[in-house]
């Protein structure tokens, strides 16, 4: 693997931006976008602000863990607001201000290639967070094992239409952004378990979609096209993500069936689907702990900062990118219904009191709350 050296040594403090802006902010710090005391410089570039969970939970938790593991680290965190060249135009920014190492989230996997090679000409190592990046350079990839999150997916959907009597079940499926490499693997996962029901007629795909960037606008419109042209006649809606999730039950919601139509297949254990699930509007969610990902993605970031590379103890895997087999770090992933929601309570995520804002006198709410 190439090894990196850091661009800029030194000590610094801990500064973090959230900006939509390309160059960003710093109010009270120097010019350079640092926090007034020289350091090496890291940025994380997230996609969006569509996904909730980037600037909510990754962000702060990164910081969190960077500060333990590299402290003498400045990190700038800038949101492309899905505009693909808006980040790119952020990496040029981040290189210009000095940066160490970039981690990316990427608004678009299919058009960051330019970025990863912009980086790669000034030696700037990039750490791709959760999000591929398709066809360029980088040094590690940080994300949840992607084909187990689908396998969960598609065993809980799986699960569902066992105990639902007839045939020819009518499914929608709402995919991911087209072209990302964990829309194809949570893809690959849940077929393992739907592709079966599918051959057998025990169920019929009647709608399907990727939805660009999982933009949970499209994706509400989608499903209330899909319920338009079903009539209102579905018997599962399989859900990629919780932003997608969310769209479907608003959909759902504008024709007063929500919590009729079981939606399952979400991920990421956002509160608002949490909060979905014991009021028994969403089946299920993959509670990926973030804090993980966070505190794996700091602990490549200060290796590579200190000139070391990607520490081997932590790759169990590779992404093809397209370019290259870029090294993994695969983290755990765990499935959630209203059974075991105590699991995202006990590992510190949310508290009941959170999950339960609004929905206090649901059964499950009424007796965690007491």
């Known amino acids: 693997m190439k090894k990196f050296t850091p661009l800029i040594v030194g000590i610094g403090a801990l500064t973090l931006i959230l900006s939509a802006c390309s160059g960003g902010s710093n109010p009270g710090g120097d010019a350079n976008g640092g926090s007034g005391v020289e350091g090496q410089k890291v940025f994380m570039l997230l996609p969006n602000s569509t996904t909730t969970r980037f600037e909510a939970r990754d962000a702060p938790y990164f910081e969190e863990a960077l500060a333990t593991e590299a402290p003498d680290a400045d990190l700038t965190v800038l949101n492309a607001d899905g505009d693909p060249e808006r980040q790119q135009q952020q990496v040029e920014d981040a290189i210009t201000q000095g940066a160490s190492v970039i981690v990316l989230v990427s608004a678009d996997a299919n058009l960051a290639a330019g970025s990863l090679a912009i980086a790669d000409q000034a030696g700037v190592p990039v750490v791709l967070y959760d999000h591929d990046a398709i066809g360029g350079p980088a040094a590690a ?78 994706g509400q419109a989608f499903m209330e096209d899909c319920l338009a042209q079903q009539s209102n006649d579905l018997d599962l809606i ?130 965690k709350l007491q």
């Open 141 to 218: 990839q940080v994300v949840f094992d992607s084909l187990a999150v689908g396998q969960e997916q598609g065993k809980r959907a799986a699960e569902l239409i066992g105990a639902m009597d007839g045939d020819a079940l009518k499914v929608a499926r709402i995919k991911g952004n087209p072209g990302e490499y964990g829309t194809g693997q949570y893809t690959r996962g849940q077929d393992e378990y739907l592709q079966p029901l599918i051959d057998s007629g025990k169920i019929d795909v009647v709608c399907e979609q990727n939805i660009t960037n999982w933009d949970p606008v499209q």
């Open 238 to 367: 399989v859900a990629m993500n919780d932003g997608l999730a969310g769209a479907s039950i608003a959909a759902l919601t504008t024709q007063g069936l929500e919590g009729t139509i079981p939606v399952t297949a979400g991920q990421d254990a956002n509160v608002e689907s949490l909060n979905y699930i014991v009021r028994g509007f969403q089946d299920n969610t993959i509670f990926k702990d973030l804090r993980l990902e966070a505190e794996a993605a700091a602990k490549v970031v200060a290796a590579l900062l200190a000139g070391d590379p990607v520490p081997a103890e932590l790759i169990n895997g590779e992404v093809d990118n397209e370019f290259q087999q870029v090294p993994a770090v695969f983290l755990p992933v765990r499935s959630v219904t209203l059974d075991n929601i105590q699991v995202v309570v006990d590992a510190g995520v949310w508290t009941w009191e959170q999950i339960c804002q609004g929905a206090e006198q649901t059964e499950t709410c009424v007796e």
